[in-house]
Every structure is written in C-alpha cells, then in structure tokens.
C-alpha cells in the first residue's frame, strides 16, 4: 500500500524525492494506477496527438556525445529548396508543426537558423514552427557574439514559435561529462529554457534514461523540470525518452558490460513517476511510439501518459540508434491504438489546443 502521506503529497502537488524513492518500492501495479488516477482527473480521458514532421537539417556535428548515431553518417547539409520541399510535402500531409533540429555546424552563425525559419514562414505563415534545442540556441548565440535573449528576440522575430525542450539528456552535470561532456551544464539548459519562456517562447520538456544515470538522478531531473515550470509556467509536456543503445558510444560501452535497453517495467516506472511528481505543474505526458514501440506506449497511456506525440513523417536520430517502430504512423493508427484502451482521440496543435 502506498502511504496516505505521500498520497497527499502527490495531490498536492508536492512530492518530495524520498516520496519518489519509496514508491520505486511499491508493487509496479500500485503505482501506475495511482499515475493513472491522476491522470484521469488532471485531463479526463482524451488522447491528443499532433500531426507534425521532423525536419534534420544537417547531420554534420562538432559535438562529442556519446549517445549520437545520427552526427556525421552522411556528411549533409539541406538547401533551402530541400527544406521547402519538405515543408510542402508535410502541409499536403496536413501537418500543423514542423520539428526542426539539427547538427552543431562549426563556425555557424545565427542567419542559418533565421534563413531556416524564413523558409518556412514565407510561405506558410500559419504553420507552427517547433525548432531549436536549447544546445543549438546558446551554439547560435555564442557563435554569433550574442546573448541568448538576443538570440532568442531574433529568432521569435522571425518566426519561432515554440522551442523542443532537448539537449536535456539527464539534468544532473555528473552524468553530462560521461554522456555529453561538450554540451551545455545543467544550469545552462535551465537558463535557456527560462529566457525562452521569459521571451514568450513555450517548450517542452525532455528526459533520456537508461545509460549512466541512477534512479535518484532520474527524480532529480523530474523535480529540475517541476522547478522552473513553477517560476515561468512556460513547458507545455514532458517526454520521457528510453535510451537507444545501437550504434553509439555508451551504448557499446553498456551492452559490453551485460546490460540491455531499459525494460517495459521500468519504462512505465518513469512514466508514472513523472505524472505523479509532476502533477498540478505540468498537465501533458507524452508517450514516445518511436522509443517505446506503439504496443508498450498504448500500455504507457495506463500508467499516467495522456499524449502519444505526432505522425513525424520522417524520423531519422532515434532509427539510427536502432529504434526499430518506423519512421511515421498514420492519423489512422494513432486513432486506432487509442481507441484501443477505450480512450477518445483528439488531434491538437503544439499548444495543446484540440484541432
């Protein structure tokens, strides 16, 4: 049984990391239907889903993360007539948001990303523009001799209108100089994400587990995420993303020890914990098919998740690092594996406002 204190806490809104501690202890049972009683009466029954594209810009990298199988397989970089025909393709699709990411280009300054948004924008002013990491907002700025607020002003100038909450990885600077050690710190993921909410740019919010990082790290990165929602209000969703072991660095260095991907059990674990630490802070969880597979994301959506993310058309980082699920899924089956827990699908924008 889980402790009535605890309980409380949770509705409340203020679970602590001993609270997270103990219910890692809990039978698994327990604690996703507690998550999924929160769920139900934090968003009712609805899952929402987005119909967007991912758009990888270019593969080639300065960065030195161990996790990566996408950085320099091709060596590309798209044209602007490559990125349009992209564009035009996912609006044919009825695509609402673009996902746009890309490489750590040397020497590369802020009027590529500008140009990028432009593209878009010149055409089709109504599309959502979901772009930038902040590890490629502070790699503008810094490689532009300016500041990430003005960086930021730029970018919104020009058409960005939200920002994907990656490069987090783990927030805690211990595992970031085994996994990610060129990457920005902790503190400075926090500060780009801030000024982005503070700049009226909403993100979301990522995690990437199951490599270096321990259980109590995992929380820490959960209650990282809690603490700025509660300054700025400005993360629309947490994504919780299982590591791809496949053709990286970490991934070797694991699998040669013995050990494998996360199991589904322990995926759902991060899963409800998030909905329980999170909960009266951030609304939406999303379930990641492409991380996940689509059976063990439906089975997610019982244990706290309420999302199931978007069509992506065409996924290409987490299939590089041995994701196995595809690169697209139809509106159709997204409906279907919903409908399939006796769950009503709704298709949203990027601000979580049904279509």
């Known amino acids: 049984m889980i402790p009535e204190d605890i309980v409380e806490r949770v509705y409340d809104g203020t679970a602590t990391k001993e609270d997270a501690l103990t219910l890692l202890k809990v039978k698994p049972f327990e604690l996703y239907a507690l998550a ?59 695509a609402t948001e673009l996902c746009i990411q890309g490489g750590l280009m040397k020497d590369v300054k802020l009027d590529l990303y500008l140009d990028i948004l432009r593209a878009v924008k010149e055409d089709y002013p109504h599309i959502h523009t979901h772009c930038f990491s902040p590890m490629e907002v502070y790699h503008a700025a810094t ?12 970018l919104k100038e020009n058409g960005l209108n939200t920002m994907p909450g990656t490069a987090a990885e783990i927030l805690v600077d211990r595992v970031r100089e085994i996994v990610c050690p060129g990457k920005i710190t902790r503190q400075q993921w926090i500060n780009v994400i801030t000024s982005a909410h503070q700049a009226g740019i909403r993100t979301t919010s990522t995690m990437m587990y199951g490599h270096v990082e321990t259980w109590e790290e995992r929380i820490d990165h959960i209650l990282t995420i809690r603490d700025v929602q509660k300054k700025t209000g400005g993360i629309t969703e947490f994504v919780p993303l299982p590591f791809m072991p496949y053709n990286n660095i970490i991934g070797d260095k694991i699998l040669k020890e013995g050990k494998f991907m996360t199991t589904g059990t322990e995926d759902l674990k991060v899963y409800a914990l998030a909905r329980i630490l999170l909960n009266k802070h951030v609304e939406n969880i999303q379930t990641s098919w492409v991380k996940l597979g689509k059976k063990l994301a439906q089975v997610a959506l019982l244990c706290g998740g309420n999302d199931l993310g978007g069509t992506l058309i065409e996924e290409s980082i987490s299939k590089s690092a041995g994701a196995s699920n595809g690169e697209v899924i139809s509106v159709k089956e997204l409906e279907w594996i919903i409908r399939g827990i006796d769950r009503t699908p709704v298709q949203r924008d990027t601000l979580y406002r049904s279509i």
């Not at 009466?41 to 119909?51: A, F, H």
């Not at 490689?143 to 930021?152: F, M, Q, Y």
């Open 36 to 94: 999924d009683q929160i769920r139900s009466e934090t968003v009712g029954d609805n899952v929402t889903y987005v119909v967007n594209r991912n758009i990888n810009f270019t593969d080639r990298c300065i960065g030195t993360c161990g996790f990566c199988a996408f950085k320099d397989k091709k060596g590309y970089l798209l044209t602007q007539e490559q990125i349009k025909e992209k564009i035009d393709e996912a609006v044919a699709a009825g």
């Open 143 to 154: 490689s532009s001799g300016l500041t990430i607020e003005e960086t930021l002003a730029e």
